[in-house]
Nanobody
Framework: QVQLVESGGGLVQPGGSLRLSCAASGRIVSITDMAWYFQAPGKQRQSVATISSGGTTNVADSVKGRFTISRDNDKKTVYLQMNSLKPEDTAVYFC?????????????????WGQGTQVTVSS
């Protein structure tokens, strides 16, 4: 099993910053793609940013220039630095990690989701 633990959400004023972290643990052989998604009330979950094992990033147009995704492979952790936050960024943010897992008699791909962390941008 693979577990993800998120941290860093909270309440921030418009124009402020937050940094989200997501640490993976468990039976992990390797990690490929890491990503952040957000889900606003009543809406579908949407991709915010992704980062490959080689460090290639993709960021949604709505947050480009404001949000930065990064990863620390030694710590099995992905980060989302969010600057110049806007009220429309308010949502629950989820991390997503894909890779290779192993247990007795099995080695294969996994995909895990974090529990979600609330980000609220309001004055």
């Amino acid at each position: 099993q693979v577990q993800l633990v998120e941290s860093g959400g909270g309440l921030v004023q418009p124009g402020g910053s937050l940094r989200l972290s997501c640490a993976a643990s468990g039976r992990i052989v390797s990690i490929t793609d890491m990503a952040w998604y957000f889900q606003a009330p009543g809406k579908q979950r949407q991709s915010v940013a992704t980062i490959s094992s080689g460090g290639t990033t993709n960021v949604a147009d709505s947050v480009k220039g404001r949000f930065t995704i990064s990863r620390d492979n030694d710590k099995k952790t992905v980060y989302l630095q969010m600057n110049s936050l806007k009220p429309e960024d308010t949502a629950v943010y989820f991390c997503n990690v894909k890779g290779l897992t192993e247990r007795i008699g099995f080695r294969g791909p996994f995909e895990a989701w974090g529990q979600g962390t609330q980000v609220t941008v309001s004055s």
